[in-house]
């Protein structure tokens, strides 16, 4: 596009100030060389080395766009632009007077002078409009209007994202806030200014300013989830509202706006690092593949689906058993502009003939196996249940993952699969056992499952719980007070499956996910409850119900008998399995001879069986566990 009127003119008051600043370099350096009092006879050396130095520095300023752009944005690259043409200008005059013998009567120390005050002075011409539109322009009119409704706003963080955020406020959002500074715990940052707005000072001081802000933004989104936690603090004792940006792990492409502000969540307290992915080789795991997802319709499920869309997969296969969450995923990728073919199985993994007729038409190349039943109070009601879906449901699929010769095959398991104490545990460690006894198959695909802990927000879990009891007034019910579990996050979960269906290259392999370290539910709930704006035990009362049946205070990412090793993600671990892999024959048969029990919904029987099959298991009595801890033990109703 043509510059317009307006642009030209702004041009050419620019090239009129450098005119200005070369003659005052140029002046200045022989006053310099000459402590103020130029003899008479340099003024027609001067007058000589102008007639050659205008047009030279001109053209050189003209060639590296200097003359281009809005100037009220200069940035540090422009900056730079300025010392590579004043360089380059220098180095043509300098060869010009080396060759002409009249000018060897110019001092060098002047030509010097002259390059550093040029340098200088024209950088700062455009910083002085950039000041100008910055402070004058738009801070002084934003004061003005502050009676209408303009929102004072405090930026906590004044780095690379404070940065970004004020630049596009500047730029865009002028008329909705005015940021009247930044608080920073950076002692080298305090008193310096970022776009003119200056760095007032720590953190911990932001009480005193309370009357000088109306709003205040966390712009520091790599922050530990302690700091951040002293923080909302101290952001809370301001009365203020306050939000914050996203992690840098929800932010794909990084580029975080002022668009990208939300409330402060629990995940931001986490202070999970950021993942960062091998997307080559997820790249290699799934593009232009038909690609086939168990439990697509679920929270791991759906999220799955999501991610591999980011891969370009040459079709992705949904399967779910509810016809609702099936619906759901499909409206939402709906609209998304990918080459990749969607299509969809309404089908249950325990229904092997349901199954094999999806296998036949779309013959996935890699299967990603995330149906399960995971509720541990309701299956230790309703083992049978459990078994069908877990065990059974493993075994069909990996039965036909087989005979259709998929790629590779992928189990999402649980960290309750380690030591397992109730039905669930013991269901998804016999899954993953299933996985490890492919390996004597010949011509098998590569059978790997992925371990992990809790995952915030998904169905059922107690994050959506608390919510819903806090939004009720309370109370918010928790187990124990020591119960501690394992967390990440939906999208972290989702991504370094993914990762670790890129690295399995050997059937049986079990991979760890890094969960960082196990937070107390306690913790939880009362995070939550003051990130509501409330106060634990004051606002919101907190009950504690006693241990639920198939619940354990701890949970464990690795057994005994396991030796986990690192792997090429700093964030991903494989194990080393330390007992003998069961043969698929003799698999086949304890499979269908547990299937037969639990058809008999003999709930003693099943344990029993369990038990042979998965030695490590030992089902509590989880009623003497409770009085010995004395605490009551409660059903599963409202619990969290």
Known sequence: MPPNNTEKRRSYLIVIYDLIMILASLLLAFSLRYDFRIPSESYNSMGMYLLWALPVKLIVFYLFGLYRGMYRYTSIWDLANVGKATVISALIL???????????????AILLLDFILTSVLVALVRLSVRLYFSRVVVTVPNRKKEKVGISRLLLIGAGNTGEKIARDILSNFSEDY???GFLDDNMEKIGSSIHGIPVIDRISTIEKLTLEFDEILITAPSTTGDNLRRIIELCKVTGKRFKTVPSLNEVINKDISVKSIRDVSYLDLLGREEVKLDINAIEHFIKGKRILISGAGGSIGSELVRQCLEYDPGS??????????LFTI????AFIEKKTLIKSALANVRDKNLLQNAFQEYRPQVVIHAAAYKHVPMQELSPWSAVATNVMGTYNMVQLAHQYNAEKFVLVST???????????ATKRLSEKVIQAVEEIENSPIFLAVRFGNVIGSSGSVMPIFREQINRGGPVTITHPEMTRYFMSITEASQLILQAGSLGNKTGQIFLLDMGKPVKIKDMAYDLIRLSGLEPDQDIPIIYTGLRPGEKLYEELVSKEEQAQNTNHKKIMVLQNGSNNMPWSLMKREIQSLMDISLKFDTDAIKQKLQHLIPDYTPQDFYALGKELDLDVTSIKGQA
């Open 94 to 108: 300098n060869s010009i007077f080396l060759i002409m013998p009249f000018f060897r009567v110019i001092s060098p």
């Open 330 to 333: 499909e409206q939402e990728i």
């Open 178 to 180: 005015r940021i009247v």
């Open 415 to 425: 960290d309750k699969a380690v030591h397992p104490v109730n039905i669930m545990g």
């Open 316 to 325: 992705l296969i949904l399967l779910d058993n509810s016809e609702q969450n």
